[in-house]
């Protein structure tokens, strides 16, 4: 899906490898207003098996199993299972290291925009061409990044992956007109730090 998104002008990396987009409700689980860091991860998860052939077979797990995991390794007590209780950015690389002894990277960006945050970005994508989760301390709102932008004439540009869509999308098309898989200038984030996730998956 996201690269059926048109890039803006100037140079561009995206996610290498396809990924199912989660969102609020996909599976009938009603988690609005909590659960778009198990989405962004379900996401993730996807795009780690498709990019492995040894995980054909493997099941992305649901928000219920991804708490069950989170209990297992001992990071949450037992009655965080069936909660309404959100995860961030530690907790995604804590599952994708349960499933797959994967190593990822956190990066903590006190800006967004900053010039050393940027260049960690793009020297990602050039050398893994992954998946990057994230979540800010003052915008909460978990996203993925499946590609970045640079341009003389716009800047810089993420192309995000936002789970907060509710309901059924009738097509990738209209997921794209709403915003929810899009391009987005850095500067319009938010003034907050963010964790990004950097998943070291060749």
């Known amino acids: 899906m996201h690269l059926a998104l048109p890039a803006p002008q100037g140079d561009t990396l995206y996610t290498r490898g396809h990924f199912k987009y989660f969102h609020y409700g996909c599976d009938g689980t009603l988690d609005t207003g909590w659960g778009c860091g198990y989405r962004t991860l379900q996401t993730a998860i996807s795009w780690i098996i498709n990019k492995r052939p040894s995980s054909g077979n493997q099941a992305v797990p649901s928000i219920r199993e991804i708490q069950r ?24 690389f804590y599952v994708i290291d349960y499933m797959f002894e994967l ?14 945050v940027i260049k960690q970005i793009r020297r990602y994508f050039e050398e893994y061409a992954g998946f990057i989760a ?16 640079q341009s003389p004439a716009s800047g810089v540009s993420l192309l995000i992956v936002d789970p907060h869509f509710s309901g059924v999308p009738s097509s990738k098309q209209q997921l794209i007109d709403e915003g929810y898989v899009r391009w987005r200038p850095i500067s319009e984030f938010p003034e907050s730090a ?6 070291l998956q060749q």
């Open 69 to 92: 995991m989170l209990v297992n390794i001992g990071d949450k007590l037992p009655p965080f299972i069936d909660s309404r209780d959100w995860i961030g950015t530690l907790e995604e």
């Open 103 to 116: 190593p990822c990277k956190i990066v903590h960006a006190q800006q967004l925009n900053s010039d050393r």
């Open 134 to 149: 994230m979540g800010g301390m003052s915008d909460m709102a978990s996203k993925g990044i499946a590609g970045i932008n």
């Open 194 to 199: 963010y964790n990004l996730c950097f998943i």
